[in-house]
């Protein structure tokens, strides 16, 4: 999935900072929120792929927040909750859910459904080339005419949106908001100081384009 973007809906504020923090280690763009209602204005205002969701929730419960996301054609929805018999899995797929983990879990489990629910929307395919630049999205790894490239996680992030957008200009807007996170500033050049490291680092000739205005292609 390019520039993968989670929200993080859990209300004991350590795991929830763990979560997230583990998610952004994995590459992706994370928001953390403590509660329902922040949960349904933030996904309100934002295009998430995934939303991690904790079931026992203060504000607005967590089903109800549940039902509220699996009503639009918004994001997938992984379920959280200490209760993992039977019946309260049932209960939280049958409120809209696409998934169910079970507390305490693996990390890499959270990260493989989190990564597997992003795929079932239409993407791009895991392994993109442009000319002699080979980018895997799945390994998180690119290369130029055979050579491997050392990126950062938003490098990556960057060029993997850039070579998955297959010749389209990109704005700097969207980068910001699909490879960065909501604490972002909008008014700073993160995302030209960025490009700027990635195109040293993809040599010549040059692959990205800046068009004046609009934004960057491939």
Partial sequence: ??????????????????IGEGLRDAGMAVD?????AAALAL???????VVVLDRDLPVV?????????????????????????????VDGLELGADDYLGKPFAFTELIARVRALARR???????????????DRARHRASRAGRPLSLTRKEFGVLEMLAAADGAVVSAEELLEHVWDAHADPFSNIVSVTLTRLRRKLGAP?????????????
């Fill in 206 to 218: 040059p692959l990205i384009e800046t068009v004046v205005g609009k934004g960057y292609r491939l």
């Fill in 32 to 36: 953390v929120v403590h509660d329902g």
């Fill in 121 to 135: 929307a239409p993407s791009a395919p895991p392994v993109v080339r442009r000319g002699d630049l080979t980018v």
């Fill in 61 to 89: 419960h967590g089903d109800q927040v549940c039902r509220s996301l699996a009503a639009t054609d918004g994001p997938r929805i992984l379920m959280l909750t200490a209760a993992a018999g039977v019946d309260e899995r």
């Fill in 43 to 49: 996904a309100a205002q934002t295009g998430y792929d």
């Fill in 1 to 18: 999935m390019v520039g993968m973007r989670v929200l993080v809906v859990e209300d004991h504020a350590t795991l929830a900072g763990r």
